[in-house]
């Protein structure tokens, strides 16, 4: 499974062919600035890492959270302090009642052992139960998680002026962690970083499910 690795851009994350500076920003990044402050994932999605996502998500090889999060970990070492808040995208509780688990949140505790931070699993949760995101465009997949996400109730004075990390299995188009960011700093949130385990590679985005 090949990596991600340094010289990257520093808002998403994506590799360069070769070295343009420290802090260097991709043209997409310019393009189109993200929401959130910086993205770190541990591989694009293809080959192995598609393979153990799909395992621990859909065939609940609840197993793998573990040594997915060590790498998650080590791929965003610089976003994690001890201070940290790391927040699982969530599952509408219906969804959550019928998969019996949450890959992002088993992520979340496991990055939290691995690389220090808060694990936060109740901090966001989600209101609105939304279609799933598999094959739909991007313009569709922002519509659909439009006011989807909220804090917990009692739980804002949590994140006042805090850093927060929120960690997912896979991010595609960014529709759905753009929700979470926006709903965290609106809340109070000093900052929102972005930590996944797969990316999906920018120049031919198949479908999955951030």
Request: net charge positive; aromatic share 8%; hydrophobic share 40%.
């Amino acid at each position: 499974m090949p990596f991600l690795e340094r010289p990257w851009c520093q808002r998403l994350g994506t590799p360069f062919a070769y070295d343009v500076g420290e802090d260097a920003w991709s043209p997409a990044a310019i393009a189109s600035p993200p929401v959130f402050d910086r993205l770190r994932s541990v591989a694009f999605y293809e080959g192995p890492a598609r393979q153990l996502v799909h395992s621990l998500k859909f065939s609940a090889r609840r197993e793998l959270a573990r040594p997915m999060a060590r790498w998650m970990a080590r791929s965003g070492a610089e976003l994690l302090t001890p201070d940290s808040l790391l927040v699982p995208v969530p599952l509408h509780w219906l969804r959550l009642l019928s998969r019996r688990f949450n890959q992002a949140a088993d992520l979340a505790r496991e990055v939290a052992i691995a690389g220090g931070g808060h694990y936060e699993p109740g901090l966001l949760k989600r209101c609105k139960r939304t279609r799933r995101q598999v094959g739909l465009p991007a313009k569709d997949r922002r519509r659909n998680v439009r006011k989807a996400f909220a804090v917990e109730a009692g739980r804002a004075e949590r994140l006042q002026g805090r850093h927060v990390v929120l960690i997912d299995d896979v991010m595609t188009t960014g529709s759905t962690v753009t929700a979470c960011c926006n709903c965290l700093t609106s809340a109070g949130a000093a900052s929102v970083d972005v930590l996944t385990f797969a990316l999906v590679d920018p120049s031919h985005r198949p479908g999955c499910s951030g």
